[in-house]
């Protein structure tokens, strides 16, 4: 199968250039990992997802043909769109090649690349390779739909690391401009106040206060997230969420399965877990955190957008558990578990229920 011949190919090349130690090694070994899966985005079939067709017809050549310049394309983009990078990206695209698989390649390029360099500079607290396999699996094929908001959060999920070394200023500089590609990159400021109010000792109280603290606001949102925005759409205000705040037609409860799976394994694991990474509590609230605001794809349309900025930092999660054992045979027995139930995940969500119409794959050349 075309996907996982892909995946692994491509994790494989990303644990050599874990591995190695010569920076040019490291190098070829990013570049063929990375270009391993932009290649099977960028030559499917223009059938192979639900929204490559809005972007082929509706974006790509939006208002093209009642532009002279690249100038006039843009004004006239611009005025139906405040996303200006990805307008400036897809504009480009349109104008000088108006050729719509280019714009398949460069868009995962940007996605893989940065989630990528994400992982690898998070090779301190887990294996990359590893987290490129799990986001393969969990999220490559939904990535081939929900591209803006994809490029979105690969891009704050570089950046991840410094916030949590502190750099706040940084990690805000870089949601704003992420903004510019999805509207929807204001989301990512929730893990880093969840990062301040876990360590913020001095007015939050002890360690499980703080985390109480979190959850408790979580939950909050969850329950009050819907009415607040139909009370702003109310004032004349976010008019264009309607769509998203409509209901969904069925509740995520297989995720939710799955991801209670991951927690239950925390668990059996905890003391171990927490010291795999001085950053566990911080995975560990968002992991919890991802599954109550995923419980809003069950009422709204966009319960999973927002859900989906905690879903890499889930990602880091299940990686930690991977750290867990310093003997070999037991490290063997986690990781067999760990990418054998991500694997199943990956066959339940994308070939029996075809959730993102992503299989079977389809050469488009």
């Not at 876990?198 to 329950?223: D, E, Q, T, W």
């Not at 997230?225 to 009370?231: N, R, T």
């Not at 795999?276 to 794809?297: M, T």
């Not at 349309?301 to 889930?314: E, L, Q």
Request: with cysteine.
């Amino acid at each position: 199968m075309i996907y996982l011949i892909c995946f692994g190919a491509s994790a494989l090349f990303a644990q050599l250039a874990h591995k190695s130690k010569f920076k040019l090694a490291i190098l070829l070994w990013s570049v063929l990992s990375i270009a391993i899966t932009v290649t099977l985005a960028g030559l499917r079939d223009y059938d192979i997802g639900i929204d490559v067709d809005h972007y082929r017809t509706y974006r790509l050549y939006w208002g093209q043909a009642s532009a002279g310049t690249f100038a006039e394309y843009m004004k006239f983009y611009c005025k139906h769109d405040t996303e200006y990078l990805f307008a400036v990206f897809i504009g480009a695209i349109a104008y000088y090649t108006n050729d719509f698989r280019c714009f398949l390649f460069l868009s995962h390029a940007v996605i893989i690349t940065f989630v990528y360099i994400g992982a690898y500079r998070q090779r301190k607290n887990v294996n990359p390779a590893l987290v490129m396999l799990l986001f393969y699996l969990y999220f490559y094929n939904h990535s081939l739909n929900v591209i803006r908001q994809y490029m979105a959060m690969a891009i704050v999920f570089a950046f991840l690391i410094d916030m949590m070394n502190g750099k706040y200023v940084k990690y805000m500089i870089v949601i704003f401009i992420s903004m510019f590609v999805h509207a929807t990159a204001i989301i990512a400021l929730g893990p880093m106040l969840i990062y301040i109010v876990l360590n913020h000792k001095k007015y939050l109280g002890a360690p499980k206060s703080r985390k109480r603290f979190v959850i408790f606001g979580v939950m909050c949102m969850v329950v009050m997230f819907v009415p607040l925005i139909k009370v702003a759409m109310g004032l004349g205000l976010l008019s264009g969420f309607g769509f998203y705040t409509e209901g969904q037609s069925g509740w995520p409860i297989y995720l939710t399965a799955f991801l209670l799976m991951e927690l239950f394994g925390i668990y059996v694991f905890r003391r171990k877990f927490r010291l795999s990474s001085p950053y566990s509590d911080f995975f560990l609230i968002c992991s919890i955190s991802y599954i109550l605001l995923h419980q809003l794809g069950g009422l709204m349309n966009f319960g999973k957008r927002i859900a989906g900025y905690f879903s890499f930092i889930n990602i880091l999660s299940i990686a930690s558990l991977a750290k867990c054992s310093k003997q070999t045979d037991n490290k063997i027995i986690i990781n067999t578990a760990i990418i054998s139930l991500s694997l199943l995940y990956w066959v339940f969500f994308y070939i029996i229920k075809n959730a993102s119409h992503t299989y079977p794959y389809v050469l488009g050349v």
